[in-house]
């Protein structure tokens, strides 16, 4: 007989959800519940070798002058875990929903874990346009969730037993995991506790003439790293001096580039080629200018690298300079030319703000676009280079160069 009237307790509060209730506390919150995750950047929502002096990925650039695409919300999981952090189920973030009317069935038409709907204002038109995702009957034990976003050679068998901070969190903050990823492949990670949603009459939902609470969570999808892209390194007048007719007027024709470093960071060598002028010896006037010859492009869009948060550290650009009909001053014989650094002291911003320091959820998108007058004292000074921050969305920063 106690054991009945213990039962019959719990069903009548299980049944009931009401903000009497409320005080109630810990008999309510050891009950199945349902979930509403907010996903904060939907609207913004938009792809590294190992050890130090690491080289720069060639990937995938991000695209948009106004936005970066982060993440298309079917790569996305969430995982909900317990107070320990262990993961106790792994869903795609979007699935097929229902009502879960119940009907003469009652709660067995709701599954634990059961893709929702509606939100918690039964307004449909809210629900995952506006970043909303609502599971209903999600059991008691879980009261974190996170959303994620990995490749299916991180975790082969899926995360379900694993632990949020040691496996998946140490795996979005791993700089040498992701460091020369392209921007579709870098982890994702956010999480949050659980709270119970306080929204006036929206406290609870009715599913199968079952009452749940709702518990709310609100995640931002994106990387724990910065991300900076260069898309190209360009001289805007290589070798216009020479092409005028004026002996009086000299310029370099040819500048191969060495190396670009900054930091522990670098360019692959064979990633880097050569710029040339429009000048052809003896053609003064009579050349067609190619503006292609004066680039130099990573094969596959972007020289990328995803790294922790720090401070901006001076970046260095090594060429060799040469000439078609003169010998340059500093030639060195053995090169074919002479030594000439340009040298990114800063980056200067444009539209947003630069702190100075690359900040995580950020990607710096950069044209090194630079005239090769400045390089004519071989003191390494220049200008008119542009960065677009991308914050998971845009603003736009550009260089500034200076001397040693």
């Known amino acids: 007989m106690k054991k009945l009237f213990v039962c019959a307790m719990a069903l009548a509060a299980f049944v009931s959800c009401s903000k009497d209730d409320v005080a109630q506390g810990p008999a309510l919150e050891s009950m199945n519940k349902s979930i509403q995750i907010k996903i904060e950047n939907t609207a913004s929502a938009t792809r590294a070798n190992d050890g130090e002096g690491v080289n720069a990925g060639n990937t995938t650039g991000s695209t948009g002058s106004q936005m970066a695409s ?16 262990k993961i106790l189920m792994e869903k795609p973030l979007s699935g097929t929903a229902s009502n879960h009317d119940g009907g003469e069935n009652g709660v067995t038409d709701l599954p634990e874990y059961s893709y929702g709907s509606f939100t918690a204002t039964g307004d449909a038109a809210d629900h995952e346009k506006n970043g909303v995702y609502v599971f209903h009957n999600v059991p008691a034990a879980v009261t974190r969730v996170a959303v994620v976003r990995y490749e299916s050679t991180d975790f082969p068998n899926g995360t379900a037993g694993l632990d949020l901070e040691d496996n998946v969190l140490e795996l979005a903050t791993n700089e040498q995991a992701n460091l020369q990823r392209a921007l579709d492949d870098i982890v994702l990670f956010d999480d949050s506790n659980l709270t119970k949603s306080t929204a006036e009459d929206n406290d609870c939902v009715e599913i199968g003439g079952i009452k749940y609470y709702i518990y709310e969570a609100s995640v931002v999808v994106a990387p ?15 070798g216009i001096a020479n092409d005028d007719n004026d002996i009086a007027t000299v310029d370099f024709d040819k500048l191969v580039l060495n190396s670009f470093t900054w930091s522990t960071y670098a360019i692959a060598e064979d990633e880097l080629g050569e710029l040339n002028g429009q000048y052809n010896n ?20 972007v020289w990328s690298w995803n790294i922790e948060e720090q401070a901006f550290s001076k970046m260095t650009l090594n060429m060799t300079a040469s000439a078609k009909d003169y010998i340059v001053a500093g030639n060195d014989e053995t090169k074919g030319g002479a030594d000439v650094n340009l040298y990114i002291t800063g980056l200067e911003s444009i539209s947003g703000n630069w702190s100075g320091t690359y900040e995580a959820e950020n990607i710096y998108k950069m044209s090194v676009d630079f005239p090769q007058s400045a390089l004519a004292d071989q003191q390494g000074i220049c200008a008119n280079v542009t960065v677009t921050i991308v914050p998971w969305t845009v603003n736009t920063v550009k260089p500034v160069f200076g001397t040693k």
């Open 70 to 85: 982060v993440v298309n919300v079917d790569e996305l999981k969430i995982l909900f875990a317990n107070t320990a952090g």
């Open 224 to 238: 724990k790293f910065s991300r900076l892209e260069i898309d190209r390194i360009k001289c805007t007048d290589l």
């Open 282 to 301: 003896g053609q003064a006037n009579a050349t067609v200018e190619n503006d292609d010859d004066r680039i130099c492009k990573p094969t596959n869009g």
